[in-house]
């Protein structure tokens, strides 16, 4: 568990707003897997999950192409056992929340993203 969420929060938040992609994937370990809606919109792909960071480096790298003015707004981060969940605006006006899952170092090894409809 990350010692302080709201400074791992600010900190992906950054990590994200840089379009940097080694500091975005500097919070997940090396077999993290993701699901999230935005696989298929981003890769075209109908599969909602992308296992290993070689393979969401690819994934990530097409969407920050697709939207060059990426930028996220933290609204709220929350904690339980393990993991946080991040709210925040993404993309396209949508409020997103992510369920970050954590190892014993703070690093992400699973990550469930939800998005609004509107």
């Known amino acids: 568990m990350h010692k302080n969420p709201q400074?791992?929060?600010?900190?992906?938040?950054?990590a994200w707003n840089s379009h940097d992609?080694?500091?975005?994937?500097s919070?997940?370990?090396?077999?993290?897997?993701?699901t999230t809606p935005m696989?298929?919109?981003?890769m075209g792909i109908d599969q909602g999950t992308l296992r290993g960071k070689e393979n969401i480096r690819q994934y990530w790298a097409t969407a920050l192409q697709k939207?060059?003015?990426?930028?996220?707004?933290?609204m709220d981060v929350t904690q339980s056992v393990d993991s946080i969940a991040l709210y925040y605006t993404s993309v396209m006006?949508?409020?997103?929340i992510e369920v970050m899952f954590l190892d014993d170092k703070g690093k992400v090894n699973r990550v469930i993203a939800h998005y609004s409809e509107d």
């Not at 400074?7 to 950054?14: G, H, P």
């Not at 992609?21 to 994937?25: F, G, P, T």
């Not at 006006?93 to 997103?96: E, L, P, T, Y």
């Open 7 to 14: 400074e791992f929060a600010m900190n992906w938040i950054e």
């Open 21 to 25: 992609l080694d500091r975005i994937l």
């Open 27 to 34: 919070h997940y370990t090396d077999d993290f897997a993701i």
């Open 39 to 42: 696989i298929k919109l981003a």
């Open 67 to 74: 939207i060059p003015d990426l930028h996220f707004e933290l």
């Open 93 to 96: 006006g949508k409020r997103a």
